[in-house]
């Protein structure tokens, strides 16, 4: 069973940096994608980006686009999300996550993904 567990986070000031770890316990060929997720109070969890174990290949959301980050370190099998010019609507319960499917086939819905970790709480203050 893959596990995916984040570090990392806590509480920063607008305008400030932060970095999200996600380590994954069995780096399986059949683990194609790796995602990382928000979910803020009273909102659904909204997709943040994604990035390809092979290649690299990136994709993020607008909302984040130009500011944040993911990158990958396939000898350590982790997955970053660097976090910069932070904003208070930032806050949120970040999620790491990790897909099965064809690279192709990986919509920005969770349920389009198949293992996820359990969080870690990113706090941005005013």
């Known amino acids: 069973q893959v596990q995916l567990v984040e570090s990392g986070g806590g509480l920063v000031q607008a305008g400030g940096s932060v970095r999200v770890s996600c380590v994954v316990s069995e780096r399986t060929f059949t683990l194609s994608v790796m995602g990382w997720f928000r979910q803020a109070p009273g909102k659904e969890r909204e997709f943040i980006g994604r990035i390809r174990w092979s290649g690299g290949v990136t994709h993020y959301a607008d909302s984040v686009k130009g500011r944040f980050t993911i990158s990958r370190d396939s000898a350590k099998n982790t997955v970053y999300l660097q976090m910069n010019s932070l904003k208070p609507e930032d806050t949120a319960i970040y999620y790491c996550?990790?897909?099965?499917?064809?690279?192709?086939?990986?919509?920005?819905?969770?349920?389009?993904?198949?293992?996820w970790g359990q969080g870690t709480q990113v706090t941005v203050s005013s």
């Open positions: 996550t990790a897909s099965t499917r064809l690279p192709g086939l990986v919509t920005n819905s969770p349920a389009a993904w198949d293992y």
